[in-house]
């Protein structure tokens, strides 16, 4: 499957790095990133696949689907929202499928675009689904029959943006070369993408149903997978403010639901380098709160000159005791990572 991908973001990063499907064409709408190439603002070297600020050239790439990014911080400006209807109207008029990640816009809008991509025999898919705790109802009975005996690894952050995702991926990908049979649910809406068992986005859906979702989720990948272990990776973090509207992450209640509702086996806490103040506070609430111990501290170097890392890191597994790395940057220590997962 060919892809265009609208509007640079984490999400975006994630399909581009991990992603099933290929990429073709990347656009944003910042000039400052005009000309980027992906491969090397991810740090993993050039891959040719170039950000531009045409849109007109973008949708003339021969695409199956273009999926839309952003998420809510995105929104929440006029400007963007003006354009992204503009261009989703644009890719459906030319029998693209469109893959929306809004999780704020469906409903009535949501609707417009269906009928205009049913006109041109194409698919609007939207993200946001406040109902898809419904596709896992027949679970229900099966896990009070028998409980989810798989080993559960459920990565939970200080913070957005603290490598939760990408931890989860690489941490996947590394078990299955030793041999295992991995499961994973993925919580953002590029998870469908990226090669994740099951998606669920807990923002939209209510919030008594998303911890549930997120159980039966790991439940059904037991069932049909039979995986030697099942990973599962969160959203924001334990503390974050349920103010922090703009970016529509619904601050902490969103990785409570994650981390309840995956009921871990082992619990992996990442955090930005920036942010390794709230590592001791994450520590001690999920302990607290699920009777684990944190098993390894994954710190996101992104954007730290080196030596400074190495110093950080080194300070964070001194004073907690946690073997503590930089997936990307310090891949030295992976196998002690996996070793710690295995046993």
């Given at each position: 499957m060919n892809a265009i991908i609208h509007h640079w973001d984490q999400n975006a990063h994630a399909i581009v790095r991990f992603g099933c499907i290929n990429v073709v064409a990347v656009y944003d709408e910042r000039p400052k990133l005009d000309g980027v190439d992906t491969g090397e603002f991810l740090g993993s070297g050039k891959n040719g696949l170039r950000i531009t600020n045409d849109?007109?050239?973008?949708?003339?790439?021969?695409?199956?689907?273009?999926?839309?990014?952003?998420?809510?911080?995105?929104?929440?400006?006029?400007?963007?929202?003006?354009?992204?209807?503009?261009?989703?109207?644009?890719?459906?008029?030319?029998?693209?499928?469109?893959?929306?990640?809004?999780?704020?816009?469906?409903?009535?809008?949501?609707?417009k675009f269906r009928t205009l991509a049913k006109e041109n025999n194409t698919v609007f898919e939207d993200a946001s689904d406040p109902g898809a705790f419904s596709k896992y109802e027949k679970y229900i009975a099966?896990?009070?029959?028998?409980?989810?005996?798989?080993?559960?690894?459920?990565?939970?952050?200080?913070?957005?943006?603290?490598?939760?995702?990408?931890?989860?991926?690489?941490?996947?990908?590394?078990?299955?070369?030793?041999?295992?049979?991995?499961?994973?649910?993925?919580?953002?809406?590029?998870?469908?993408?990226?090669?994740?068992?099951?998606?669920?986005?807990?923002?939209?859906?209510?919030?008594?149903?998303?911890?549930?979702?997120?159980?039966?989720?790991?439940?059904?990948?037991?069932?049909?997978?039979?995986?030697?272990?099942?990973?599962?990776?969160?959203?924001t973090g334990l503390r974050a403010s349920v103010r922090d509207i703009s970016p529509s992450?619904?601050?902490?209640?969103?990785?409570?639901?994650?981390?309840?509702?995956?009921?871990?086996?082992?619990?992996?806490?990442?955090?930005?380098?920036?942010n390794i103040e709230e590592i001791r506070s994450h520590i001690a609430l999920i302990k607290h709160s699920t009777g684990k111990d944190v098993c390894a501290i994954i710190i996101n170097g992104y954007g730290c000159e080196r030596e400074k890392l190495m110093n950080i890191m080194s300070d964070v597994e001194n004073k907690t005791g946690i073997l503590a790395f930089d997936i990307i940057a310090t891949p030295e220590k992976i196998t002690q990572y996996l070793n710690t997962l295995k046993n």
């Open positions: 849109f007109s050239s973008v949708i003339e790439t021969p695409a199956d689907i273009m999926i839309t990014t952003g998420e809510g911080f995105y929104f929440t400006k006029k400007e963007n929202v003006s354009e992204w209807k503009k261009n989703v109207e644009c890719a459906l008029k030319k029998g693209i499928k469109v893959y929306s990640m809004s999780k704020i816009l469906y409903g009535e809008k949501t609707e099966l896990l009070e029959k028998e409980p989810i005996k798989a080993p559960v690894v459920c990565f939970t952050g200080t913070s957005m943006n603290s490598g939760k995702l990408t931890a989860q991926m690489i941490t996947c990908r590394k078990l299955e070369e030793s041999g295992l049979v991995v499961g994973s649910v993925g919580t953002e809406p590029s998870a469908k993408f990226i090669g994740c068992d099951e998606q669920i986005v807990p923002e939209v859906m209510p919030t008594m149903r998303g911890a549930q979702a997120i159980c039966l989720a790991i439940k059904k990948i037991e069932h049909e997978k039979k995986p030697n272990i099942i990973l599962v990776a969160g959203q992450r619904a601050g902490a209640i969103v990785a409570w639901q994650v981390l309840l509702g995956s009921n871990p086996d082992k619990v992996v806490l990442c955090s930005k380098w920036s």
